[in-house]
């Protein structure tokens, strides 16, 4: 099947995807003798959906500091210690290539290994550091000129330029130089919401690698292990894996599952816990969110209520997920707040949850209650996306979390999170 049979220019940059059961996952290497991974087209895909987004905006120009946007446009990645530096940037304009400005020595490597970027495309660049080199450095000053120059010989300097984040002085420059700002990261999110072949399997592979990450818990998950040895044990194998990024990693035991606390701590699991961990991490840059709850070495009939309904509750919305269909119809299959405890949505928003996957742990479509209701958007072949449920328990201090993966494709959703769910999984069963 086609991940997207409507015609359009990008449409051989698309790809075809064989669907058996599941969504394969090829292995992290390239052979001659499968198709895998196709870096070249996902490269042109990537580029040209910006595009596309970019001419049907009413933007000259994006204007990005995002690193994944940075990454989307540009085919480019640094370490995962730039993410918050604020320090790299890319410019898009209207039938223009994309140009990247760089941390130092970073800009001659891409010069160097990153032959898709038009020569004198690839700069080096800084800008501050957020703020630990002051404004008054003139560094801001000078890379406004120098953007703006290229809006000029592009034709779009009277155009407003879409920003996605960027640090206030920069802003402020920007303003002093008549550049007019706009929104540019709902065209980022637009280029990036469907997923072509290449990305599908990145993200596959990358589910992959945390299917073999939960096998590695149940294993251990045994009375005397913490939970940050499970934290540092997931590390290990998922870098010796391949991953490029551990973003993060929830491990919840015990009477901590109930409020969901969204972190992980030094506690020592106890016989009949109820656990339950979140492995946030990418591979080729594509993200996991992916849930699993375990119970370590029996389970009460408190506990598997809770996790069948939980399982019920995520059932429900994986059967309605079709192109046509929308968020509001998916979140209404989820129960309100007040039916778990929660007096409002903004209370419990992420526990009855969907959010769209790719190289940002949040894409579209956000699948709440909280926002879907009012403002619903259509699902499309192609998307992918996390599904995930909570239930607290009846003994006061349990809860089951699940969550799932899903590919948008034209006969429904499409899992990628293979690690057993559909009934509570006890570990080392006494």
Same mark, same amino acid.
């Given at each position: 099947m086609t991940i997207s049979a409507a015609p359009n220019p990008a449409h051989d940059l698309?790809?075809?995807?064989?669907?058996?059961?599941?969504? *394969?996952?090829?292995?992290?290497?390239?052979?001659?003798?499968?198709? &895998? +991974?196709?870096?070249d087209r996902l490269r042109a895909y990537r580029l040209a959906r910006a595009r596309a987004a970019l001419e049907a905006s009413d933007l000259g120009a994006l204007l990005v500091f995002d690193v994944n946007n940075i990454r989307y446009l540009t085919n480019t990645v640094i370490g995962e210690w730039s993410r918050d530096k604020?320090?790299?940037?890319?410019?898009?304009?209207?039938?223009?290539?994309?140009v990247v400005w760089d941390f130092g020595s970073a800009a001659r490597h891409h010069q160097l290994y990153a032959p898709w970027l038009a020569p004198g495309n690839s700069r080096a660049g800084l800008l501050g550091l957020r703020g630990a080199i002051a404004p008054e450095a003139g560094l801001m000053e000078r890379a406004?000129?120098?953007?703006?120059?290229?809006?000029?010989?592009?034709?779009?300097a009277g155009e407003p330029?879409?920003?996605?984040?960027?640090? *206030?002085?920069?802003?402020?420059?920007?303003?002093?130089?008549?550049? &007019? +700002?706009?929104?540019?990261?709902?065209?980022?999110?637009?280029?990036?919401?469907?997923k072509n072949v290449d990305e599908i399997l990145l993200l596959s592979q990358s589910a992959a690698m945390v299917d073999g990450a939960y096998q590695q818990i149940a294993d251990a998950l045994k009375p005397g292990i913490r939970e940050n040895d499970i934290v540092g044990l997931a590390h290990k194998y998922l870098y010796e894996q391949g991953s490029d990024d551990v973003e993060a990693i929830n491990a919840v035991s015990g009477e901590r599952c109930n409020p969901h606390p969204h972190n992980f701590t030094d506690r020592l699991i106890r016989p009949?816990?109820?656990?339950?961990?979140?492995?946030?991490?990418?591979?080729?840059?594509?993200?996991?969110?992916?849930?699993?709850?375990?119970?370590?070495g029996s389970a009460t009939p408190s506990q598997r209520d809770a996790y069948t309904k939980a399982r019920e509750w995520i059932d429900a919305a994986i059967e309605l997920v079709r192109p046509g269909q929308t968020t509001d119809t998916i979140a209404r299959a989820w129960p309100k707040a007040t039916e778990f405890g929660f007096a409002t949505e903004m209370d419990c928003f992420g526990l009855q949850f969907g959010h769209g996957l790719g190289l940002g742990l949040h894409?579209?479509?956000?699948?709440s209650r909280l926002t879907s209701l009012e403002n619903p958007v259509e699902i499309e072949e192609g998307m992918v996306f996390a599904l995930e449920t909570y239930c607290p328990a009846s003994d006061g201090f349990s809860a089951a979390r699940i969550e799932e993966e899903v590919v948008v494709t034209a006969d429904g959703a499409k899992v990628l999170t293979l690690f057993p769910a559909q009934d509570l999984f006890v570990a080392n069963p006494y």
């Open positions: 698309q790809g075809r995807l064989s669907v058996t059961p599941y969504i *394969p996952a090829p292995g992290h290497t390239a052979v001659d003798f499968e198709t &895998r +991974v196709d870096f604020m320090t790299r940037y890319a410019l898009l304009t209207r039938g223009g290539e994309p406004v000129a120098e953007i703006k120059d290229l809006l000029v010989q592009a034709g779009v330029v879409g920003i996605d984040i960027m640090e *206030p002085p920069f802003l402020f420059e920007l303003q002093r130089a008549g550049i &007019r +700002v706009a929104d540019g990261q709902q065209v980022m999110l637009d280029a990036r919401q469907i009949g816990d109820t656990c339950f961990f979140d492995i946030i991490q990418s591979y080729n840059g594509y993200r996991t969110c992916y849930y699993r709850t375990l119970n370590v894409e579209r479509p956000i699948i």
